[in-house]
């Protein structure tokens, strides 16, 4: 098995010289950021309030870092009819970011009730692009992403808005779970590797 991983990782790294001896040397951090990765998941699902109120805030600092690179991106342009759009693209932003800050919990509800719409939309359009792929090799699979995506949007959306206060917060821990497991074993691999 190592000397697939190994083949596998040299072949990503070009002829498997320098790059994934640096890579490769380096294989503690990545064991030591699957833990931290791992310990802060935990965190997340120990409060999901908490993590889903730290999910939100996050939007609202890309949102306000977004609102200023637009306003200043306006004051660099020279036409009036370009800086006005992005004066006003910069305020819109910044304006978001600002009730995310104010009312966290309902900036939680409007998330959430987008991620739903969004995921019966993009399960909706995933069931027609399987049917489309009719009669190739894998349009089935493509059909049942479709349809669990279609049913958890749905789920969702049937339990908004209780579920704004948690919900965010379990896609949070989640992330940070498969992130931490994938880092760890990716560092363990490295290590591996001869």
Do not use: E
Not at 176 to 187: E, I, K, M, S
Request: charged share 5%; net charge positive.
């Amino acid at each position: 098995m190592s000397k697939a991983i190994h083949a596998d990782t040299a072949h990503s790294f070009g002829d498997g010289g320098a790059a994934l001896a640096a890579v490769r040397s380096k294989w503690g951090w990545f064991v030591a950021l699957g833990v931290a990765l791992l310990i802060l998941g935990a965190l997340a699902f120990s409060n999901l309030f908490v993590a889903t109120l730290a999910s939100v805030i996050y939007i609202g600092v890309v949102m306000m870092l977004g609102a200023v690179a637009h306003i200043v991106a306006a004051f660099q342009l020279r036409c009036w009819g370009a800086f006005f759009l992005w004066l006003l693209s910069g305020l819109l932003y910044g304006a978001a970011a600002s009730l995310i800050f104010y009312n966290p919990v309902l900036a939680a509800g409007a998330l959430t009730l987008v991620a739903a719409l969004a995921m019966v939309f993009a399960g909706g359009l995933r069931i027609g692009a399987g049917v489309r792929a009719r009669p190739g090799n894998g349009w089935g699979w493509i059909i049942a992403s479709g349809v669990m995506t279609f049913l958890v949007g749905i789920v969702i959306a049937l339990g908004w808005p209780a579920n704004t206060l948690w919900l965010l917060g379990l896609f949070l821990a989640i992330d940070l779970t498969f992130q931490g497991v994938a880092a760890l074993f990716f560092g363990f691999a490295l290590k591996s590797v001869r």
